[in-house]
């Protein structure tokens, strides 16, 4: 996923809303769920880029830039970050880095920038009003995977945790939505509230995610309080030992 290489944002994974950080450096799962997580509770987001000047270099250009970022981070603070700065040779995720070595237009420095930005903020984009209100609303999902035909399975009824524009579910590795995963085929569709309600097609990943799954029992002992308690040392016990498996299921491109 690509991440512009400074931003006001949290700590992936977990930390004080507003603090800064390098994403250049979302290199894993992990990482890029923080990244979806924190940009989903962002509001008006604004992206100024001033061109500063251009160089040729060894067949590229260099162009250097001043960028600017205002936002709203999730505790409702306004954030503005500005940077200036000059990217030596080497790699593109230095902390003090704000050069982009592209070719030489001035109109695309712009876009690419705004681009990348834009890719971080609109991560749930895909999903349609209707189903995020049904998401926020329903107590179930159900689950279509990916048959060898293309076609989808039968729908199967499961517990979930909706956050920052993910479905995420729990399910043993014996199931078909995990076995199809892992086989390649990692299509699903997913109806939310019944199996004809409002539905979107997803990419489904398998992950392992300490925190994230902390916040999945928690969420599930509150929404599934008549039910939990019989299966929570299942759940627990079932993501340490592996016998129970995490899922997110993104809308699909």
């Known amino acids: 996923m690509a991440a512009p290489p400074h931003v006001a944002g949290r700590t992936l994974g977990g930390g004080s809303p507003g603090a800064l950080l390098p994403l250049g450096q979302v290199a894993n799962d992990r990482a890029a769920d923080g990244l979806r997580r924190y940009f989903s509770q962002v509001e008006d987001f604004d992206v100024e880029v001033d061109l500063l000047g251009l160089r040729s270099e060894g067949g590229r250009t260099i162009v250097r830039f001043v960028r600017r970022d205002r936002f709203r981070d999730p505790s409702g603070r306004m954030v503005s970050r500005r ?38 903020v609109l991560v749930r984009a895909a999903i349609p009003p209707d189903v995020e209100r049904s998401l926020k609303e329903s107590k179930y999902v159900y689950v279509q995977s990916e048959r060898k035909s293309g076609a989808f399975g039968k729908p199967a009824e499961i517990w979930f945790l909706y956050e920052g524009g993910t479905v995420y579910v729990a399910s043993p590795p014996t199931t078909w939505r995990v076995k199809r995963i892992k086989a390649g085929r990692k299509k ?3 109806a939310v509230g019944k199996t004809d309600g409002p539905s979107f097609v997803a990419t489904g990943r398998t992950l392992h995610d300490p925190a994230l799954e902390e916040r999945l029992m928690a969420a599930y002992a509150r929404k599934y309080a008549e039910g939990w308690e019989r299966f929570a040392d299942k759940f627990r016990a079932g993501f340490k030992d592996g016998s129970r ?9």
């Open 188 to 190: 699903a569709r997913i």
């Open 245 to 253: 498996v995490l899922i997110a299921y993104t809308p699909a491109d």
């Open 83 to 120: 940077r200036s700065c000059r990217r030596p040779r080497g790699s593109a995720s230095r902390r003090d880095a704000d050069e982009v070595r592209r070719p030489a237009m001035r109109a695309q420095r712009i876009s690419f920038v705004v681009a990348v930005l834009a890719s971080a």
